[in-house]
């Protein structure tokens, strides 16, 4: 892993950093690519990576309509796991954790992965017997995850209110260990970096506006800058599939909604876990500088907007200082949100679509970051051979013709 000295960072500084070379090639288009990917965030990135290295695929381009990670990328807080209860969810979630325990090998770029463990508390009995059902159900697919009690939550967490009169009374909780976090930037910048020095052309600022088929294939993507032949397309740009969908013809059970978050000014670390309160909807994590990462529910109205509302702020902060009511006097420094694609079983939707040749990755909901690693596997995989993924054969879109639905609603419908 490259390394810098302090007093070159000093130097490069004074000269207002122009001394830097570019972790990725600023590619010009080329008129005609095997393989188009649409989205230049972290599942779009991965996926040319994965062609490039394991597929071995060499003309390939990544188009995205800003810059590389504006989307969900750069906008979620960070947060990995792999604590589902289906064994096809177990499989997928899984393969990103372990990929991402190896990933700053791969991609040679510190992804600072802190696997500080994940905390869902438990407020009462009935959560209680979900969480020990969840367990079961976890070792039976061969997953790390355990109950403890809330005198170890206490210990975990010096600085939450476990008084007796406390609005939420806490139990125990489910901790899975191998949960954390990573820096999301990272993820996105070395996958490009990486990818770039395969041969994949990232042109940024250039945004898909059609198709262009013959019969059920698509030939040709219209995009702001001309029109670019191909041999297959796949979409990864989470919130805005529908919208994509709808160019090539056909329909996805997708609903767009705001995701929003927060981050504090930095204060002394005294909160060494991802914490997630199910009775708010909220979660905490701190930062290794010191910041404080907050969010709670999805918002109720459908929506492509990235910013937020005050009445998501006035329902977490709520919540975080009834938590812990030492940071009552904590200063909100940012605030913003992500475009997450909600499916109606919770579980994303991979592989073929109804046009031949265009492949998609997207239904995440809120554990998009979460998966990266294994969506680019899953994507790669359908746009090199034409087939759908093992992994993913139970997450095609035509589950919801046939009701074979994968329902992780339990798991993932209350934020990352």
Known sequence: MRRYSFARLVWQALRGNTGWQPAWRDSKLQNHYDVIIIGGGGHGLATAYYLATEYH?????VLEKSWLGSGNTGRNTTNVR???????????YDL????????AIDLNINIMLSQRGW???IHNQH?????????????CNELDGEIIDAAEVQRMLPAFNMSADARHPVLGAFLQRRGGTIRHDAVAWGYARAASGLGVDIVQHCEVVGFVKQGNRIT??????GTIGCQAVGVAVAGHSSVIANMAGFRLPVTSHCLQAMVSEPVRPVLNHVVLSPATGV??????????VMGSILDLYQSYGQRGNFPAIEKTLTAVVEMFPMFAQTRLMRHWAGIVDVVPDSSPILGRTPIDNLYINCGWGTGGFKAIPAGGIVLAHSLATGQTHPLAEKFGLDRFRSNRLVDEG??????H
Request: charged fraction near 20%; glycine fraction near 4%; charge should be neutral.
């Open 96 to 103: 990103a954790l372990k990929l991402y325990e190896k990933l």
């Open 410 to 415: 339990a798991a993932a419908g209350i934020a």
């Open 283 to 292: 979660y905490i994590n701190q930062t290794q500088k010191g910041e404080l």
């Open 57 to 61: 695929v060499k003309n390939i381009a």
């Open 220 to 225: 040709a993507v219209e995009t702001t800058r």
């Open 82 to 92: 792999s604590d589902y209860m289906f064994p096809e969810s177990c499989a997928l």
């Open 127 to 139: 959560q209680m017997e979900s969480a020990y059902h969840k367990v079961n159900w976890m070792h």
């Open 119 to 121: 905390m869902t508390l």
